[in-house]
């Protein structure tokens, strides 16, 4: 059986909404209620970063776009990856683009003191702020780069669709998509919506 670790409002939920979609049995393994599972996330996972996916076979997969590809390769019929090769290509470009360019935002204003050699309150805020411009500009640029990619709902979403859906709920990026890119707004709330998706969501986002 997979072997998921994360824990709640992280983007561990997009590894277990493609799990979802997959239709394959898993275990969510939150490491913020034991000690227990956050030493065996560190065994696992020396940067304790999650998600972190563990293998039926005992195997060990980081990184999101990564973990996603391999479960889209594997299990091709759940759609996570196009099966058309120009597609499927688009769709990778998309997650690593997410990765490189929101992900990595979201990580310095939550660990901006990692970035500056004098972490001072004011350079401290001055790094965050300069990150969620950078953030939501990148929000931006995928809406209009990625129109083509976008699950309309008359089909199940893909790798990219849950990936953008969970990353963009951080750090003020769907306030500011409300009224910037409108339409990629609504994208995003169609996922949310989907019966296989929106379980998983309400989890990891109680409303």
């Known amino acids: 059986m997979y072997q998921l ?3 709640q409002n992280s983007g561990a939920a997009a590894i277990e909404a493609a799990l979802e979609l997959c239709d394959i049995p ?3 393994i939150d490491v913020e209620t034991s000690a227990e599972a956050a030493l065996a996330l560190e065994k696992l996972n020396p940067l304790k970063q999650i998600p972190t996916l ?28 196009p099966s058309d ?40 805020q001055n790094l965050m702020d300069g990150a969620r411009r950078r953030l939501h500009w990148s929000w931006e640029v995928f809406a209009d780069q990625f129109s083509g990619e976008l699950y309309l709902g008359s089909e199940k979403p893909g790798a990219l669709d849950v990936l953008a859906a969970v ?13 910037a890119r409108p339409g990629f707004f609504a994208w995003l709330e169609r996922i949310d919506r989907h019966p296989a998706l929106a379980p998983v969501f309400a989890r990891h986002w109680p409303a």
């Open 54 to 81: 563990q293998l039926p076979d005992g195997g060990v997969l980081t990184e999101s776009a990564a973990i996603l590809i391999h479960l889209g390769l594997s299990f091709p019929a759940s759609g996570l990856l």
């Open 167 to 179: 990353i963009s709920r951080w750090a003020g990026s769907r306030e500011h998509l409300r009224n």
């Open 85 to 124: 090769p120009a597609e499927r290509a688009q769709a990778i470009r998309g997650m690593a683009y997410i990765v490189s360019n929101c992900y990595a935002a979201i990580g310095i204003m939550d660990y901006p003191e990692r970035w500056l050699a004098e972490a001072d309150e004011s350079s401290r």
């Open 26 to 28: 898993y275990r969510f």
């Open 5 to 7: 670790y994360g824990h």
